[in-house]
């Protein structure tokens, strides 16, 4: 019994995915799954960390904050932002986002992960000429469930303000799975420089085929931001409406 020759058909190819930053395509080629990944939105992660001084046993940000200067205490949040879909962040008003990564307790020997916490960028607050850029999570300690819920306030005060608005996080600490729990702590991060520019370099675009199309999502993110940023630093001046009222 013989065989027909088996004809060569040409390989299939498929697009590179995966994450790409500026200047190419991260190591790693074509992997199995990639045809069907391409069909994934195109998204954006990037890593922030910030820390500060902070107490146990106080319940305002600013009191924890002088507390933990004169004892040394200090919290840092490493974070990973993940943006699955930016389209769909860019349409909701609440811009939000995941959040994962690892909490530094003051006394704790040993970083403490976290997984599933909620980002939050530029969300209404309710107050005309307030929003809010929103990290909490969830974890546990020795047992016991704890949740760090942190916001920076983004409006438009008298003086120079936008960059300490935008870098410094107001954090409590609650006990127990969400923010009815009792507030254990609390303090006040802040984003340096040097690590502005480590979130920076970061960035990566997610599901997308070429630098080109990653470009357009740096692009369209920080379109986001800079629009967000006019709006309340240029279209809202109510800083001195507020002052001349109170006049």
Same mark, same amino acid.
């Given at each position: 019994?013989?065989?027909?020759?088996?004809?060569?058909?040409?390989?299939?190819?498929?697009?590179?995915?995966?994450?790409?930053?500026?200047?190419?395509?991260?190591?790693?080629?074509?992997?199995?799954?990639?045809?069907?990944?391409?069909?994934?939105?195109?998204?954006?992660?990037?890593?922030?960390?910030?820390?500060?001084?902070?107490?146990?046993?106080?319940?305002?940000?600013?009191?924890?904050?002088?507390?933990?200067?004169?004892?040394?205490?200090?919290? +840092?949040?490493?974070?990973?932002?993940?943006? %699955?879909?930016?389209?769909?962040?860019?349409?909701? %008003?609440?811009? !939000?986002?995941?959040?994962?990564? =690892?909490?530094?307790?003051?006394?704790? =020997?040993?970083?403490?992960?976290?997984?599933?916490?909620?980002?939050?960028?530029?969300? !209404?607050?309710?107050? !005309?000429?307030? +929003?809010?850029?929103?990290?909490?999570?969830?974890?546990?300690?020795?047992?016991?469930?704890?949740?760090?819920?942190?916001?920076?306030?983004?409006?438009?005060?008298?003086?120079?303000?936008?960059? %300490?608005?935008?870098?410094?996080?107001?954090?409590?600490?609650?006990?127990?799975?969400?923010?009815?729990? =009792?507030?254990?702590?609390?303090?006040?991060?802040?984003?340096?420089?040097?690590?502005?520019?480590?979130?920076?370099?970061?960035?990566?675009?997610?599901?997308?085929?070429?630098?080109?199309?990653?470009?357009?999502?740096?692009?369209?993110?920080?379109?986001?931001?800079?629009?967000?940023?006019?709006?309340?630093?240029?279209?809202? %001046?109510?800083?001195?409406?507020?002052?001349?009222?109170?006049?």
């Amino acid at each position: 019994m013989t065989m027909a020759p088996k004809t060569r058909q040409p390989r299939a190819t498929a697009p590179a995915t995966g994450e790409i930053k500026a200047g190419g395509i991260k190591a790693g080629g074509i992997r199995a799954g990639a045809v069907k990944e391409a069909k994934a939105a195109p998204g954006l992660t990037f890593h922030e960390k910030m820390s500060g001084y902070f107490a146990m046993g106080v319940k305002d940000p600013r009191e924890g904050a002088r507390i933990g200067h004169r004892t040394g205490w200090r919290l +840092t949040l490493r974070a990973t932002v993940t943006i %699955p879909d930016l389209k769909a962040f860019t349409a909701d %008003p609440a811009h !939000p986002g995941t959040l994962r990564g =690892e909490i530094e307790l003051p006394g704790v =020997e040993r970083r403490i992960p976290f997984h599933d916490g909620i980002f939050h960028l530029f969300a !209404p607050s309710g107050t !005309p000429d307030l +929003t809010l850029l929103l990290y909490e999570a969830s974890f546990s300690h020795q047992g016991q469930a704890h949740y760090l819920a942190g916001r920076k306030s983004v409006r438009d005060d008298l003086g120079l303000d936008l960059w %300490p608005d935008t870098t410094t996080l107001d954090v409590r600490l609650h006990r127990g799975p969400d923010t009815r729990g =009792e507030v254990t702590g609390a303090g006040v991060l802040r984003l340096g420089a040097g690590d502005l520019a480590a979130l920076l370099l970061s960035m990566r675009a997610r599901n997308v085929a070429s630098p080109v199309e990653a470009a357009r999502v740096f692009g369209a993110f920080g379109l986001l931001f800079a629009r967000n940023l006019r709006d309340s630093y240029l279209l809202r %001046p109510r800083a001195y409406l507020r002052r001349r009222e109170r006049s």
